[in-house]
Structures are given as C-alpha cells and as structure tokens.
C-alpha cells in the first residue's frame, strides 16, 4: 500500500489550495478514504472523509463550508480543495486508508498559511 500526497504551498488568508493523493497497492474503489491533518504542537486530527462511491462525504465543523473532498476512483485518487483558508489551517495535511485492521498513512504535504 502506498499514499503520496501532493499540492504543498504557502498561501495568504483566504486563499485556495487543492491537495492531492495517489494511492497504489491495493483495491482504491473499495474503501472509504480520509483526509488528518496534524498542525504544530497538536494531535493528528480527522478533516474529512469519503466513502468508496465518492457519493457520501464528511467535513468536520471547522472546514465546513471551506473544505471539500473528493475523489476519482480511476485515477485512484483523492482530493482535498480548501478555500477561504485560514491560519488555523496551517499543518501537515495526511490521506489515510483503512484497510481490515489497518492503518495506511502518506508521509504527508505542508500547507502553510500566512500573510
């Protein structure tokens, strides 16, 4: 199983960012995914999820609204378009898949915001 998130950037306040992952190594279209996010000094902490289809979704309160997630399971990938980004956005932004009774993390992307 392999993750490789993409698209790090610095961007101002209420700029947009879209992350990207590419998964490889095991049945994509079969399982939901999730995006974590980890911000200095903080827990890893659940930003948004998508089930198998792409057809069920969820954000957490703190990015609905700003965050959407989505996928495309022929290019076995998920997506995370932030909007309106805030500094309190500033992390580590994670895709994982759980597969069974396992955990499947990527080495993550920066997301920095600031003026």
């Known amino acids: 199983v392999q993750l490789v998130e993409s698209g790090e950037g610095l961007v101002q306040p209420g700029g947009s960012l879209t992350l990207s992952c590419l998964a490889s190594g095991f049945t994509f279209e079969s399982y939901t995914m999730t995006w974590y996010r980890q911000a200095p000094g903080k827990g890893r902490e659940l930003v948004a999820a998508?089930?198998?289809?792409?057809?069920?979704?969820h954000t957490v309160a703190s990015v609905q609204g700003r965050f959407t997630i989505l996928r495309d399971n022929a290019k076995k990938s998920i997506y995370l378009r932030m909007d309106n980004l805030k500094p309190e956005d500033t992390a580590v932004y994670y895709c994982?898949?759980?597969?069974?009774?396992?955990?499947?993390w990527g080495r993550g992307t920066q997301v920095t915001v600031s003026s």
């Open positions: 994982k898949a759980i597969i069974g009774r396992s955990d499947y």
């Open positions: 998508i089930d198998s289809h792409g057809t069920t979704s």
